[in-house]
């Protein structure tokens, strides 16, 4: 492994970190809606899921919250997390798609 792809390694993990506490925080707060709360927990589960590659563990967890983001019953602070957070995922995606390529 050289040295480029283990720097790369070491921000994607402390990104997902980050995101993981983000997920965490719409996870305790009591005034989401319960099926809200479950999807994110699932999105967060599909992110750490070390038997997929990136990608598709990015690609799974944006879809599932792309989809809580379009409830009628979100809390809109809520919604505005969620679109960031799906931000981020995004700009992990693309660090992971050029990375691939200059291999």
Excluded: C
Aim: aromatic share 2%; glycine share 0%.
């Amino acid at each position: 492994m050289t040295l480029n792809k283990i720097i790369f390694a070491d921000v994607v993990e402390m990104d997902i970190k980050t995101i993981n506490s983000l997920l965490d925080e719409i996870n305790a707060d009591r005034t989401v809606p319960k099926n809200i709360r479950h999807s994110v927990q699932k999105a967060r589960e599909d992110l750490n899921n070390e038997k997929q590659d990136i990608p598709i563990r990015i690609n799974s967890a944006i879809s599932i919250l792309d989809e809580v983001s379009n409830d009628p019953n979100i809390p809109i602070y809520t919604r505005t997390q969620i679109w960031n957070i799906v931000s981020m995922l995004e700009v992990i995606d693309e660090k992971a798609k050029l990375e691939g390529k200059a291999e």
